[in-house]
């Protein structure tokens, strides 16, 4: 009998891989639409997704099997890594695509992992196919884990952007993705997006190496039907090397008055040298300290609102996904009302990413203006 329980590290779902075709997953619980993605990466590449049953969701540490066409696949669920990328890409440089060139080329070994965020629209007059390969240029096989979500081809980029990281972060909350095996050599393309002229393809990825030496990121656009570009041609945007790819703030929010407070504000220093506008690719975690010292009873409301033009986005309140509709200035969107008794304190936590495509920052307002006798 498997006991999937008794699973603890990554040697023990390495040695099952030998065993036939396996697709091998993480997370709390595998959405249905990832759950295709990874599947169709083990039989050949993004073009056979369409190939692929539907899915139910898959909890954690179980095992299931599948048929599609005339193989048989087994899911097997298996403990996430530890490790957190440490390691932010960045690629919307150009963010307007009018031939074929490389993106992104990046190598990565188990010392740093990455997050890459893309971004990008066809300038070019006839179609373009965005690509999204990973590889392993070393001499031993390596074990590579991924996560990540993508959109498009739509032509609406702040639509894009949005629907992107919504995928990407009910993945990063779960803590789903895929554990892929690469050979010496080998390569697994991870998207493709055929871009129209005017269309927008927008993405974002973690991935981290658990064993073996190295792998390659390498995002790329090319004519259907041409050949990847050459190495030379690829731009390469900024990478930023920080501490941690999340930034975590405390505020204390006393009952009467009112309290603002910006996510994604502005830019912050790297490294480098470089910036980043608008902390793209950092998610925003505070953490709410709501007291009422009074003898009154009091209302806290929480509200966000477009600070830096329109903008769209999804947030993680108290453990629950709450997306935000299209916010132009100068509009509010109400995310919750919290009850305070007097004399007592709640703690909220709320999480967030800036959307490719949108305008951030976003400002988030606690107010209460009257209090009562009664809730």
Do not use: C
């Amino acid at each position: 009998m498997w006991k999937w329980a008794l699973w603890t590290s990554w040697a023990w779902a390495m040695a099952w891989a030998q065993t036939g075709p396996e697709v091998w997953l993480t997370g709390s619980e595998v959405p249905p639409g990832f759950i295709q993605q990874a599947v169709a990466r083990v039989l050949g590449g993004p073009g056979v997704q369409g190939q692929v049953p539907p899915q139910a969701p898959l909890p954690a540490l179980e095992r299931r099997s599948l048929v599609v066409g005339h193989t048989r696949l087994s899911l097997t669920s298996v403990p996430a890594p530890k490790a957190q990328a440490t390691q932010l890409l960045l690629s919307n440089d150009p963010e307007n695509l009018s031939a074929s060139r490389g993106l992104f080329h990046y190598r990565f070994g188990p010392e740093g992992g990455v997050r890459l965020v893309y971004h990008h629209k066809n300038a070019a007059p006839a179609p373009l196919e965005l690509h999204l390969r990973l590889s392993n240029p070393s001499p031993e096989e390596s074990w590579v884990w991924v996560s990540d979500a993508s959109a498009g081809p739509v032509a609406d980029e702040l639509y894009a952007g949005h629907m992107a990281t919504k995928r990407w972060l009910e993945l990063y909350w779960n803590r789903a993705g895929q554990l892929l095996r690469l050979p010496p050599g080998g390569q697994f393309e991870l998207t493709q997006l055929t871009l129209r002229p005017g269309q927008v393809g927008s993405g974002l990825l973690e991935a981290l190496v658990v064993q073996g030496q190295k792998a390659v990121l390498d995002l790329y656009a090319v004519a259907p039907g041409e050949e990847e570009p050459p190495l030379e041609t690829y731009s390469n945007g900024p990478v930023y090397r920080l501490d941690s790819l999340e930034i975590r703030t405390r505020q204390t929010y006393r009952a009467g008055g009112s309290l603002q407070l910006s996510l994604g504000e502005g830019a912050f220093q790297a490294g480098n040298g470089q910036r980043i506008r608008g902390s793209w690719g950092q998610l925003h975690t505070l953490t709410l300290t709501l007291t009422n010292p009074t003898a009154a009873w009091h209302t806290v409301t929480l509200q966000l609102s477009a600070d830096g033009g329109v903008a769209r986005g999804v947030v993680w309140l108290e453990g629950q996904e709450v997306e935000l509709p299209l916010l132009r200035p100068g509009e509010g969107f109400i995310l919750g009302r919290y009850p305070l008794p007097p004399g007592s304190q709640q703690t909220l936590t709320l999480s967030t990413l800036p959307a490719s495509g949108s305008n951030y920052p976003l400002r988030l307002l606690l107010y209460n203006p009257e209090a009562s006798a009664g809730p």
